[in-house]
């Protein structure tokens, strides 16, 4: 019954921009930190960005900041990550994540691919 979908994954030169979109259903969005997440191959899954239940706060990898903003929609149960100036290093799947902000709970989505070339 939860899901979180995401969208907006593809192929870009350096230098482009992307946007992702996580659409959530199955539970109460705005109960929810929101993330994204990321994993290059062969390397760890990193925390590239955060949103607060209500978008009041964001936080950001020391690496994306600057580029990459995340934001959230609690109408359409949607949060979203603007990628700008992308970079061959940004090259990953992006997840989006789900943290609860009272229930112990947490989702993941099922990652779209982002590959920037040279």
């Known amino acids: 019954q939860v899901q979180l979908v995401e969208s907006g994954g593809g192929l870009v030169q350096a230098g482009g921009s992307l946007r992702l979109s996580c659409a959530a259903s199955g539970f109460t969005f705005s109960n929810y930190a929101m993330n994204w997440y990321r994993q290059a191959p062969g390397k760890e899954r990193e925390l590239v960005a955060t949103i607060t239940n209500v978008g009041g706060s964001t936080d950001y990898a020391d690496s994306v900041k600057g580029r990459f903003t995340i934001s959230r929609d609690n109408a359409k149960n949607t949060v979203y990550l603007q990628m700008n100036n992308l970079r061959p290093e940004d090259t990953a799947v992006y997840y989006c994540?789900?943290?609860?902000?009272?229930?112990?709970?947490?989702?993941w989505g099922q990652g779209t691919q982002v590959t920037v070339s040279s």
């Open positions: 994540n789900a943290q609860g902000s009272y229930a112990r709970r947490t989702y």
